[in-house]
């Protein structure tokens, strides 16, 4: 069957990575059935041919208004579609869709009509705001990863700074690679348009965002990217666990060890557009 990556080398990498991870999200546990959902802009791989290809299915609303995401080309996950099969057919699990003039509806247009992930509102207010910031950051992941989530029905790790100090301090190369931390969006639910504008006010303040009691968002220059920024958090967390069923509370690094990294390697405080 004919495919819109025939031909076209750069697109079918970026769509190749995109099959890789899900692969890593499948052995790694965090995508249960059809768990998770994946968006990647690719625009820049736009030509004429793939610009005048016809909509596959009647166009359908975002739910929001998003200005600079007009004539803008993603791949998203197929609501439903499982992770592990679209690392072996991402084509079949997941399709092209272009957003269309009024900045409130899409349409798929390749390689079939399968519909986008139900999380669509919260990707797509991220992929705006990332182009309305001059961002170069391309990919947003949705995963459940089992120990972030797991942190999450515990009270205490829902305080403002707690999940985030407590991750830090469990490993440099945690504060090295997340050094914006992890924002808390109070649950809310799933596929709706409270969550993503919950999730954009805190991806702004952010590396990675945990959604109570459900799942993390990342954003990323690619989507190896957004899948290390959730792994590095979850590798912390645990850490954090594996001391905690020994026995007791870790006692974590010290503040001064922490400040130290932040000093050396000039983490910055704020998300760099
Ligand atoms: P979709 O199958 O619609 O992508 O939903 C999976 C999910 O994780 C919802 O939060
Ligand atoms: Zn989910």
């Not at 965090?30 to 994946?38: D, F, H, K, P």
Request: glycine share 6%.
């Amino acid at each position: 069957m004919k495919s819109i990556l025939d031909n076209r080398p750069a697109l079918k990498a970026v769509i190749d990575d995109v099959a890789e991870v899900t692969g890593y999200l499948w052995q790694k546990g965090w995508a249960e059935r059809n768990g998770g959902n994946i968006t990647v802009n690719i625009t820049e791989y736009v030509d004429s041919e793939i610009a005048s290809l016809p909509a596959l299915a009647p166009a359908r609303q975002i739910g929001k208004v998003l200005p600079a995401l007009k004539g803008k080309y993603f791949y998203a996950k197929g609501t439903g579609k499982r992770m592990r099969d679209l690392a072996r057919w991402p084509m079949k699990n997941g399709a092209i869709i272009r957003i269309c003039d009024d900045c409130a509806s899409y349409e798929i247009i390749a390689d079939e009509p399968v519909m986008p992930t139900s999380e669509l509102p919260s990707h797509l207010a991220l992929q705006n705001y990332l182009l309305e910031t001059g961002s170069t950051y391309k990919a947003t992941l949705h995963t459940h990863p089992i120990e972030l989530v797991a942190m999450s029905h515990i009270e205490r790790f829902l305080r403002p700074g707690e999940m985030t100090r407590v991750l830090w301090s469990m490993i440099p190369e945690t504060l090295a690679f997340a050094p914006l931390g992890i924002g808390i969006v109070p649950y809310k639910l799933p596929g709706s348009v409270e969550l993503a504008d919950a999730t954009l006010e805190q991806i702004k303040e952010h590396d990675v965002v945990l959604w109570e009691k459900h799942g993390t968002v990342a954003v990323g220059t690619d989507i190896m990217d957004a899948f290390d920024q959730t792994d590095v958090l979850c590798k912390a967390a645990n850490i954090y666990m594996c001391a905690r069923s020994m026995g007791s509370e870790p006692d974590g690094m010290t503040e001064e060890a922490m400040r130290e990294v932040q000093e050396v390697f000039h983490l910055p405080k704020k998300r760099p557009c």
